[in-house]
């Protein structure tokens, strides 16, 4: 898989890797396919906890917000992947004339990377509202006389923090964010945000029905809680 992945991103390169530059951009190119995989893996780990029923309401913020985290690095390593094949087309087509030096800056990411920003905001603005209520209304906080919530943060997040994935993220990162929030910080919308990139990327994945299945969720789930956020925010 992984040399497959190479000349997809490559073509054929034996021809040059005898070129100390070559062989650098090709470890690289590797290092961060590896980890845009491996950060795509991570964030399916935590929403099948969801589908499993592995976290109770009392730890919905933690985890939201951990799959935040996770969602922007795999938005990073995902555009870095992109830049750095646009970069290998330029090499390539390096001798023509009226190619621009700014093609790999000013190329727009794909509706991938689109999809992923719904999520990272789904998963950021969801994190903070639970955190602001946590806050101000003691709402989802359920002490448990078995284990604290630091305890409860290793137990979820156990193999991926063994894995630093991602790196310096611990459970007190999660509190210093949920210190944080608070109403006042809702004021941006990070609901009403989403529904105005969804109708763009409706017409990307016109005819991807699964997509088009993954997009209406999301959907719904903005406006519930950009609802909800409105009438919180009006009590």
């Not at 023509?96 to 790999?104: A, E, N, P, Q, W």
């Not at 284990?147 to 459970?171: G, S, V, W």
Request: aromatic fraction near 10%.
């Amino acid at each position: 898989q992984l040399e497959l992945a190479l000349k997809r991103e490559f073509g054929e390169t034996r021809n040059v890797l005898a070129d100390e530059n070559m062989c650098m951009r090709v470890s690289k190119q590797l290092l961060v396919w590896s980890q845009e995989h491996t950060y795509w893996i991570a964030s399916r780990f935590l929403i099948l906890g969801f589908e499993l029923d592995l976290y109770s309401p009392s730890e919905y913020c933690m985890v939201y917000w951990y799959m935040h985290v996770v969602f922007i690095k795999l938005i990073e390593k995902m555009q870095l992947r992109i830049l750095a094949s646009n970069e290998n087309s330029r090499r390539k087509g390096k001798k023509k004339k009226d190619h621009s030096k700014d093609s790999v800056r000013d190329t727009p990411f794909p509706s991938s990377c689109l999809l992923l920003q719904c999520y990272v905001l789904l998963s950021e603005g969801l994190s903070m509202l639970l955190a602001a209520l946590r806050k101000e209304s003691k709402s989802f906080q359920s002490p448990s006389i078995f284990n604290t919530e630091q305890e409860r943060f290793m137990q979820h997040f156990d193999l991926l923090q063994k894995a630093q994935i991602p790196e310096c993220i611990t459970y007190y990162s999660f509190k210093e964010a949920a210190a944080q929030a608070h109403m006042d910080v809702m004021k941006y919308n990070f609901f009403k945000e989403i529904q105005k990139i969804i109708p763009s990327l409706k017409g990307s994945f016109a005819s991807e029905p699964e997509k088009l299945a993954e997009l209406r969720q999301i959907e719904q789930v903005a406006e519930h809680n950009r609802i909800a956020l409105n009438i919180i925010n009006h009590v």
